[in-house]
Nanobody, 118 residues
Framework: QVQLVESGGGLVQPGGSLRLSCTLSRSAFSFYAMGWYRQVPGKQRELVAR???????VYADSVKGRFTISKDNAKNTVYLQMNSLNPDDTAVYYC????????????WGQGTQVTVSS
């Protein structure tokens, strides 16, 4: 059973920074393409940033230049560094893991709340 454990959300003022972390519970971290999505009430979940199956990065236009996705294979962990946060970034952020060789194996974290407010 694959589990994703997220941490790092919270309340931050506009212009501030947060770093989210997501750890995969299995050792086959390299078999998964990791990513971050977010959702606000009444809207669909949307991509924030992700790694492709080949290791390239993809960002939503709204976060380009402000957010950075990275990973530490030794720790089975993916990060989302969020800078210059604004109220529009307020959402529940979800970690996602997609098996690189089996499209049906997709897993989600429990979500972590990020609130940007003064």
């Amino acid at each position: 059973q694959v589990q994703l454990v997220e941490s790092g959300g919270g309340l931050v003022q506009p212009g501030g920074s947060l770093r989210l972390s997501c750890t995969l519970s299995r050792s086959a971290f390299s078999f998964y393409a990791m990513g971050w999505y977010r959702q606000v009430p009444g809207k669909q979940r949307e991509l924030v940033a992700r790694f492709t199956s080949h290791g390239a990065t993809v960002y939503a236009d709204s976060v380009k230049g402000r957010f950075t996705i990275s990973k530490d294979n030794a720790k089975n962990t993916v990060y989302l560094q969020m800078n210059s946060l604004n109220p529009d970034d307020t959402a529940v952020y979800y970690c996602n893991a997609r098996h690189r060789f089996d499209a049906e194996r997709v897993y989600w974290g429990q979500g972590t709340q990020v609130t940007v407010s003064s």
